[in-house]
């Protein structure tokens, strides 16, 4: 299997001779599928054998990536979304493997953060001819004591209630109106939780405070390019916490045609704080999404794993 370089020495992929791809079909109004033949010649291209593998569900991903890490694949690439990327990463972490992106999904903020264009054959044909970097994760741990990691956005409040319908009734919306629309339909029917957030590093007593989005980021942006932390990286070993106390009704109306066609937002109210590690509150307790996945419930406890795993990525150069 090949031996991963260190940080200061570049892995580019003539050193990969065997790679696997596993494709979301149902990911970007099932784009995905369309892609196969692309996928396979960017590869051979390359000059690395490649294995297609479609997958049916997160579980039956996981099953598979696992096999392949196992059968001696060094470079595995995740074809559709945020939520198919994570799978992949849950799967392989902790394994001498290097990960990459093809994004054909509705998000793709992971991607994104990297430097990878939009398009996703663009995106594959740089990865292939560009270098791993070491990247952080967010681990999260759920009040059912399940532990998984997330790469981008996660969190509590109008956000998680979103990702539910932006997974169900507006999965096959374009891109960011896809989370917009689940946003706003979400809203109507989302009332404040009170929500009491401790950090690692603050000792002082905290309170419980009315709010509509408790979220931890690790991407400057999520929801398909909506810029909620933009001075957030991809390994610099910290997240950014953003805390909502609340959304009226005029304020997300003055919001949306920014928020819809340059994923910018300014709200009042809004607050931001750098954490390495904090645990999140709610009362009732509430679902948490991370990567647009309902994980879990709360209480949920988060923390960056700095470095965690490495990605192809545009080389230096070029970002």
Known sequence: MTTLAQDSEPTHTNRFNRAAVFVNTQSGRRRSRALLPQIGLAFRTSGIDCEILQTASAADLMNQAR???RAGAELLFAAGGDGT?????????????VLGIIPAGGGNDFA?????????????????SGESRAVDLVKVRTGDGRECFYLGGGGVGLDAAAAAY?????????????????ALRAYFSYQPRRV?????SDDTDQVWQSAVLASTLNTPTFGAGIRLAPGAQIDDGVLEFIFLEEL????????????????????PGLHTRSARKLRI???PPAAFQGDGELLGSSPVEIEIVPRAMRFLA?????R
Do not use: C, W
Not at 196 to 200: D, I, P, Q, S
């Open 85 to 97: 990327l994570q799978g992949l990463v849950n799967s392989a972490f902790g394994q001498n493997v």
């Open 248 to 267: 009226r009704f005029g304020q997300l109306l003055r919001a949306l045609p920014r928020l819809a066609l340059q994923g910018s937002i300014n709200l």
């Open 67 to 69: 096999h392949q890490v």
């Open 196 to 200: 009491r957030v401790t950090f690692e």
């Open 314 to 318: 545009p080389r230096a150069a070029a």
């Open 281 to 283: 509150e709610v009362d």
């Open 166 to 182: 932006a997974g169900g009734p507006y999965r096959n919306f374009p891109g960011r109106m896809r989370y917009v629309a689940a």
């Open 112 to 128: 994104r953060a990297l430097g990878l264009p939009r398009d996703p054959l663009a995106a594959l044909k740089m990865a292939l």
